[in-house]
């Protein structure tokens, strides 16, 4: 050891950088641990939101994100996700379902002070319709009035919209159609109100400027790739029923990672399923931790019906009648439920009708009538599996993998597995540069037409090149209709058309949603379809220790 | 002079690589808002696009964020709209330097110690278990040893954090992780500097005037022995800096190394642009700083 210490004290000079290096490294350590009061809760919320600005957002974690800050007329219930009263604490609905009239609560106020009044309220929706604003989820309000035209800029006068303040604390709103959603829709993220003075005054970057907040937190700070700091709003209305006072939302990346926090009692929620290490959710599921429950969501093949053979339902029907689906969830995603239908079955308004069944026999008769009698001189297809990260990636090709042993094992027919990046697998999808690919979809609202809305013709979303005059019939009579049981009669027509007869698509199971909490250590956590999980409802039980 | 010429010559060199990295991103398929989503209506994608001028020429893009970065602008990111590039980097950066500056002091004060005994211990047992020990450190890569850590120190022993940034114990398990590999190299390099050192005329002759053996290690064989270690550290020191995606991915470390995965994933042209500039001229300046330092160090290397 002292001819260690003697060499390092006769180095040359330029080594003298190296404890410069150390102590300069360590500075730099301590000037950057500010000390900060741990959270009251601290939740696992998934990749780096890009945006808190409830116009931007679009993935879940920013949804997530965003919830607590911004509120809109109706808020979500923890326990059902249905809507309930938020800055309007009561509304009327017309007979025909087409106008509504929500009056707001005087004590709705801004964390910064102020009220928050009617005008909030239509600013903030013109916001979203603002044709330069570029708004992605500005379908949303297509159920509005006049709301799709001006989005696109042929409608320039906004009074023509509807949506009207008629007083400080009345909303008027009114639909081209009755809409079964619009309560929900209302406590959706990007409908929810924003401050007109800051966004104006800070242009791009008023998130991050300390706002004022309609909801029931506020931002402390975002760091990015590190945490988003929710702090309570004590202004809020119901701040006496926020339960939790500082909040930190941590960005994970890692699901090893999460569950290594989790485990040492570092963090008290996981949300989301790709946040867990894949491997291990049997061995989670058998603890008292584990929560899974149905959600909106569906995990599908698309076929692009504009290449031969697969402009033939019967080819299309034959790959879909061939698919072992219970025996493929079982496999790859056993905590969901296998699929013979686009809709899940837990959504509001929905009759569920016949879907796509297991039938090999069937699908070789469809398949010989098509022309390729034992798959005979059927093209080699290729199959579209993008990578979307981590466990993701691997469970889409797997998926892959299946279906080309079953396809090959009950049809003979061949089909090869295209892996590519994510952003290269959505350019080939919305291009139609594929035979069949990879899909899934999560409702935005609790209705069956989030998902039955997406194989229309005009739908930017249906990227398989199918339409059909039934079905376009079907939808748009559906739209107009205020009886809840005919529409929902149309709706299963039109869903039995797509999956049975058509095929432009095969589903194979629907979402679970997933959260990992202890019963002991945290309450007001509930699953439910829409997977939303209100934060103010949400706190950790205190230790006997500390109580 | 050399130096001056050197520092001139980065400009032009930062210019072409900006512009190469630029038309290449454009050459990937794929744009930062091409998302499973599909924009509301093809009018909200074209407003979306022009919003950020991506409807431009490529040339005539680059030549807009050519006039803005003069001007010290380097753009709102794609992914995070409500950022400047230059608001993510001062985030990041400081984050990752400290990582990379402790792992950086880490991989030198263990990988030339254990280069130098393995060295002067050649073929006994401390060079035999000590360049075992180098080469797993080289072999084994850090998503493998980084969980491993992290489960025996935080998971088991309950010694230190699993993950995150903050406290100055929650540095450890990363700064290890990603000086390791970095140790074995160092070692590897003082091993092999100092066995030929010690091969060589000056030391035999340093021998035969009767210096001791450890004025003949110290002072005359480590000097020339460290240089190739010198050498590297330049580039090494460039890769710690700029941050680790591994290890900050392991540790959820909120520095800039994700980015650079990430940013190109997502397709936030500006992120990119401005973090491959940010690596470029942290490695040209370390080089510079080890030419530097070798003209301290070899009396031989004369600069004009």
Same mark, same amino acid.
């Given at each position: 050891?002292?001819?260690?210490?003697?060499?390092?004290?006769?180095? !040359?000079?330029?080594?003298?950088?190296?404890? /410069?290096?150390?102590?300069?490294?360590?500075?730099?350590?301590?000037?950057?641990?500010?000390?900060?009061?741990?959270?009251?809760?601290?939740?696992?919320?998934?990749?780096?939101?890009?945006?808190?600005?409830?116009?931007?957002?679009?993935?879940?974690?920013?949804?997530?994100?965003?919830?607590? /800050?911004?509120?809109?007329?109706?808020?979500?219930? !923890?326990?059902?996700?249905?809507?309930? &009263?938020?800055?309007?604490?009561?509304?009327?609905?017309?007979?025909?379902?087409?106008?509504?009239?929500?009056?707001?609560?005087?004590?709705?106020?801004?964390?910064?002070?102020?009220?928050?009044?009617?005008?909030?309220?239509?600013?903030?929706?013109?916001?979203?319709?603002?044709?330069?604003?570029?708004?992605?989820?500005?379908?949303?309000?297509?159920?509005?009035?006049?709301?799709?035209?001006?989005?696109?800029?042929?409608?320039?006068?906004?009074?023509?919209?509807?949506?009207?303040?008629?007083?400080?604390?009345?909303?008027?709103?009114?639909?081209?159609? !009755?809409?079964?959603?619009?309560?929900?829709?209302?406590?959706?993220?990007?409908?929810?109100?924003?401050?007109?003075?800051?966004?104006?005054?800070?242009?791009?970057?008023?998130?991050?400027?300390?706002?004022?907040?309609?909801?029931?937190?506020?931002?402390?700070?975002?760091?990015?790739?590190?945490?988003?700091?929710?702090?309570?709003?004590?202004?809020?209305?119901?701040?006496?029923?926020?339960?939790?006072?500082?909040?930190?939302?941590?960005?994970?990346?890692?699901?090893?990672?999460?569950?290594?926090?989790?485990?040492?009692?570092?963090?008290?929620?996981?949300?989301?399923?790709?946040?867990? &290490?894949?491997?291990?959710?049997?061995?989670?599921?058998?603890?008292?931790?584990?929560?899974?429950?149905?959600?909106?969501?569906?995990?599908?093949?698309?076929?692009?019906?504009?290449?031969? &053979?697969?402009?033939?339902?019967?080819?299309?029907?034959?790959?879909?009648?061939?698919?072992?689906? !219970?025996?493929?969830?079982?496999?790859?995603?056993?905590?969901?439920?296998?699929?013979?239908?686009?809709?899940?079955?837990?959504?509001?308004?929905?009759?569920?009708?016949?879907?796509?069944?297991?039938?090999?026999? /069937?699908?070789?008769?469809?398949?010989?009538?098509?022309?390729?009698?034992?798959?005979?001189?059927?093209?080699?297809?290729?199959?579209?599996?993008?990578?979307?990260?981590?466990?993701?990636?691997?469970?889409?090709?797997?998926?892959?993998?299946?279906?080309?042993?079953?396809?090959?094992?009950?049809?003979?027919?061949?089909?090869?597995?295209?892996?590519?990046?994510?952003?290269?697998?959505?350019?080939?999808?919305?291009?139609?540069?594929?035979?069949?690919?990879?899909?899934?979809?999560?409702?935005?609202?609790?209705?069956?037409?989030?998902?039955?809305?997406?194989?229309?013709?005009?739908?930017?979303?249906?990227?398989?090149?199918?339409?059909?005059?039934?079905?376009?019939?079907?939808?748009?009579?559906?739209?107009?209709?205020?009886?809840?049981?005919?529409?929902?009669?149309?709706?299963?027509?039109?869903?039995?058309?797509?999956?049975?007869?058509?095929?432009?698509?095969?589903?194979?199971?629907?979402?679970?949603?997933?959260?990992?909490?202890?019963?002991?250590?945290?309450?007001?956590?509930?699953?439910?379809?829409?997977?939303?999980?209100?934060?103010?409802?949400?706190?950790?039980?205190?230790?006997?220790?500390?109580? | 002079?050399?130096?001056?010429?050197?520092?001139?010559?980065?400009?032009?060199?930062?210019?072409?690589?900006?512009?190469?990295?630029?038309?290449?991103?454009?050459?990937?398929?794929?744009?930062?808002?091409?998302?499973?989503?599909?924009? +509301?209506?093809?009018?909200?994608?074209?407003?979306?696009?022009?919003?950020?001028?991506?409807?431009?020429?490529?040339?005539?893009?680059?030549?807009?964020? $050519?006039?803005?970065?003069?001007? %010290?602008?380097?753009?709102?990111?794609?992914?995070?709209?409500?950022?400047?590039?230059?608001?993510?980097?001062?985030?990041? #950066?400081?984050?990752?330097?400290?990582?990379?500056?402790?792992?950086?002091?880490?991989?030198?004060?263990?990988?030339?110690?254990?280069?130098?005994?393995?060295?002067?211990?050649?073929?006994?047992?401390?060079?035999? %278990?000590?360049?075992?020990?180098?080469?797993?450190?080289?072999?084994?890569?850090?998503?493998?040893?980084?969980?491993?850590?992290?489960?025996?120190?935080?998971?088991?022993?309950?010694?230190?954090?699993?993950?995150?940034?903050?406290?100055?114990?929650? +540095?450890?398990?990363?700064?290890?992780?990603?000086?390791?590999?970095?140790?074995?190299?160092?070692?590897?390099?003082?091993?092999?500097?100092?066995?030929?050192?010690?091969?060589?005329?000056?030391?035999?002759?340093?021998?035969?005037?009767?210096?001791?053996?450890?004025?003949? $290690?110290?002072?005359?064989?480590?000097?020339?022995?460290?240089?190739?270690?010198?050498?590297?550290?330049?580039?090494?020191?460039?890769? $710690?800096?700029?941050?680790?995606?591994?290890?900050?991915?392991?540790?959820?470390?909120?520095?800039?190394?994700?980015?650079?995965?990430?940013?190109?994933?997502?397709?936030?042209?500006? #992120?990119?642009?401005?973090?491959?500039? $940010?690596? +470029?001229?942290?490695?040209?300046?370390?080089?510079?700083?080890?030419?530097?330092?070798? %003209?301290?160090?070899?009396?031989?290397?004369?600069?004009?």
């Amino acid at each position: 050891m002292p001819v260690l210490l003697n060499a390092l004290g006769k180095l !040359p000079g330029a080594f003298s950088f190296l404890p /410069l290096a150390a102590v300069l490294a360590l500075a730099m350590l301590v000037a950057g641990c500010r000390p900060e009061p741990p959270a009251d809760l601290t939740v696992i919320n998934g990749p780096d939101p890009g945006s808190l600005d409830p116009l931007l957002v679009t993935g879940i974690e920013e949804l997530r994100a965003v919830l607590p /800050l911004f509120e809109g007329l109706t808020r979500p219930d !923890p326990a059902t996700g249905r809507a309930l &009263p938020g800055l309007a604490e009561r509304w009327e609905i017309s007979p025909d379902g087409r106008h509504y009239t929500f009056h707001l609560r005087t004590n709705a106020a801004w964390s910064t002070g102020g009220p928050i009044t009617s005008a909030d309220l239509v600013y903030s929706w013109r916001r979203i319709l603002e044709p330069t604003n570029a708004c992605q989820y500005v379908n949303l309000m297509y159920p509005l009035h006049g709301a799709e035209a001006y989005a696109a800029g042929q409608l320039k006068d906004f009074a023509q919209v509807g949506v009207r303040a008629p007083d400080a604390h009345t909303v008027e709103a009114t639909l081209d159609n !009755p809409c079964p959603w619009f309560l929900d829709l209302c406590a959706f993220q990007t409908l929810s109100v924003v401050p007109r003075a800051a966004i104006e005054r800070d242009g791009d970057q008023w998130i991050m400027r300390h706002p004022p907040f309609s909801g029931a937190y506020e931002l402390e700070y975002w760091r990015i790739s590190d945490r988003v700091r929710l702090r309570r709003n004590e202004r809020y209305w119901d701040a006496a029923n926020t339960r939790s006072r500082i909040v930190d939302l941590l960005v994970m990346s890692s699901p090893a990672t999460a569950l290594n926090l989790y485990e040492d009692h570092q963090v008290d929620v996981i949300l989301d399923k790709p946040l867990v &290490p894949t491997e291990l959710l049997p061995v989670l599921a058998k603890t008292p931790d584990y929560h899974t429950f149905p959600m909106l969501g569906s995990y599908f093949v698309r076929i692009n019906v504009t290449r031969p &053979p697969l402009n033939d339902p019967r080819v299309r029907r034959a790959l879909a009648l061939t698919v072992d689906k !219970p025996r493929l969830t079982q496999r790859i995603a056993p905590t969901c439920e296998p699929a013979d239908h686009i809709v899940p079955g837990a959504t509001a308004n929905y009759l569920r009708g016949e879907g796509q069944h297991r039938d090999p026999e /069937l699908a070789r008769r469809l398949l010989a009538e098509a022309g390729f009698p034992g798959g005979k001189g059927f093209p080699k297809l290729s199959y579209l599996a993008d990578s979307s990260g981590g466990g993701g990636g691997r469970m889409n090709e797997r998926v892959a993998v299946e279906l080309q042993d079953t396809w090959r094992r009950e049809l003979g027919i061949e089909i090869e597995i295209r892996s590519l990046e994510k952003k290269v697998a959505i350019v080939a999808q919305r291009t139609l540069d594929y035979d069949l690919s990879r899909s899934s979809w999560i409702g935005d609202y609790n209705d069956p037409s989030t998902f039955l809305d997406l194989f229309t013709k005009a739908n930017g979303n249906n990227r398989t090149g199918w339409s059909h005059p039934e079905y376009e019939r079907l939808m748009r009579k559906a739209a107009g209709e205020a009886d809840l049981g005919k529409r929902a009669l149309m709706l299963r027509d039109a869903e039995t058309l797509l999956v049975r007869d058509e095929a432009p698509i095969i589903p194979l199971w629907f979402e679970s949603g997933f959260t990992l909490n202890s019963p002991t250590r945290v309450e007001g956590m509930f699953g439910n379809v829409l997977d939303v999980h209100p934060l103010n409802a949400i706190r950790r039980i205190p230790s006997p220790a500390t109580k | 002079m050399f130096f001056v010429k050197r520092i001139l010559f980065l400009v032009p060199l930062l210019l072409v690589i900006s512009s190469l990295s630029f038309a290449l991103l454009r050459l990937a398929p794929g744009g930062p808002f091409d998302h499973d989503r599909a924009p +509301a209506s093809p009018e909200v994608e074209r407003l979306l696009r022009a919003r950020y001028h991506l409807d431009e020429p490529v040339w005539q893009q680059y030549g807009r964020w $050519l006039n803005d970065a003069l001007h %010290g602008d380097f753009g709102l990111s794609l992914k995070y709209r409500n950022h400047t590039v230059t608001d993510i980097i001062r985030q990041g #950066l400081p984050v990752s330097l400290s990582l990379g500056l402790l792992a950086f002091g880490f991989a030198v004060g263990v990988g030339i110690p254990v280069g130098f005994f393995t060295a002067v211990r050649r073929g006994e047992w401390v060079d035999w %278990g000590g360049s075992f020990l180098v080469l797993l450190s080289i072999c084994v890569p850090g998503f493998v040893i980084g969980p491993l850590l992290a489960m025996i120190f935080a998971l088991k022993l309950h010694w230190l954090p699993p993950a995150l940034w903050g406290a100055p114990l929650q +540095a450890v398990l990363p700064m290890v992780t990603l000086g390791l590999y970095f140790a074995g190299r160092v070692a590897r390099l003082m091993r092999e500097g100092m066995t030929q050192t010690l091969q060589s005329e000056f030391i035999r002759t340093a021998r035969a005037k009767g210096l001791s053996e450890f004025a003949v $290690l110290t002072r005359h064989a480590f000097r020339l022995a460290v240089m190739p270690v010198v050498s590297y550290s330049g580039p090494m020191l460039a890769d $710690l800096l700029t941050g680790s995606f591994v290890v900050e991915s392991i540790f959820q470390i909120p520095g800039i190394g994700v980015f650079i995965v990430d940013s190109s994933r997502s397709r936030d042209y500006p #992120l990119v642009i401005g973090l491959v500039l $940010l690596y +470029a001229v942290l490695l040209l300046v370390m080089n510079l700083v080890v030419d530097l330092a070798y %003209g301290l160090l070899d009396p031989r290397v004369k600069y004009d």
